[in-house]
T-cell receptor, first 113, second 113 residues
């Protein structure tokens, strides 16, 4: 069966520090991968998606970037965090075929102080 | 642009009640519709997925219906339990290859003993 992991689960970082959040998927190959952000009390916002290694598409301009160094690894990064980057970050994977159902990871709670 | 509206925004019911959560969308050109559950501080758990050609899906005490022509979906929960307390999200997938999702704002459900 497929599983999706995210780490860390929680993170507190000072303003201006770098960021690296990791997401890995097991049990499937060549998945579509997604990074979402969910601000407190608000809906989910798609940040990045990837249909293959090294292929990254950005949905909204921001202080963040994404990379996909391996087929089942998706990384969300920032060189200098802003206070407004505080949020709940969710990674998801989808088959990209058929119904394209998406499955979400447990999320990372990021607080920037 | 697809817009998804969920009504009510919050719902509080006594244990044992049957209840209905509503979702409406503006563009009927959808690929599928998913209902997710999100517990506080957690990721999203997929409950049911209805493909665009289907009318309903059932899983245990849950039944989801889809009426594309009227732009509506309902999630029916039978014999509600305190463990059903969570935020329920209605999510639509468009026809793009990467499966971009459009999220409703969610219905916060509280089932009290």
């Amino acid at each position: 069966s497929q599983t999706i992991h995210q780490w860390p689960a929680t993170l507190v970082q000072p303003v201006g520090s770098p960021l690296s959040l990791e997401c890995t998927v097991e049990g499937t190959s060549n998945p579509n991968l997604y990074w979402y952000r969910q601000a407190a009390g608000r809906g989910l916002q798609l940040l990045f998606y990837s249909v293959g290694i090294g292929q990254i598409s950005s949905e909204v301009p921001q202080n963040l970037s994404a990379s996909r160094p391996q087929d089942r690894q998706f990384i969300l990064s920032s060189k200098k965090l802003l206070l407004s980057d505080s949020s709940f970050y969710l990674c998801a994977w989808g088959t990209g075929q058929g119904w394209n159902e998406q499955f979400f990871g447990p999320g990372t709670r990021l607080t920037v102080l | 642009k697809q817009e998804v509206t969920q009504i009510p925004a919050a719902l509080s019911v006594p244990e044992g009640e049957n209840l209905v959560l509503n979702c409406s969308f503006t563009d009927s050109a959808i690929y599928n519709l998913q209902w997710f559950r999100q517990d506080p501080g957690k990721g999203l758990t997929s409950l049911l997925l209805i493909q665009s050609s289907q009318r309903e899906q059932t899983s245990g005490r849950l039944n989801a219906s889809l009426d594309k022509s009227s732009g509506r979906s309902t999630l029916y929960i039978a014999a509600s339990q305190p463990g059903d307390s969570a935020t329920y999200l209605c999510v639509l997938t468009g026809g793009t290859s990467y499966g971009k999702l459009t999220f409703g704002q969610g219905t916060i459900l509280t089932v009290h003993p």
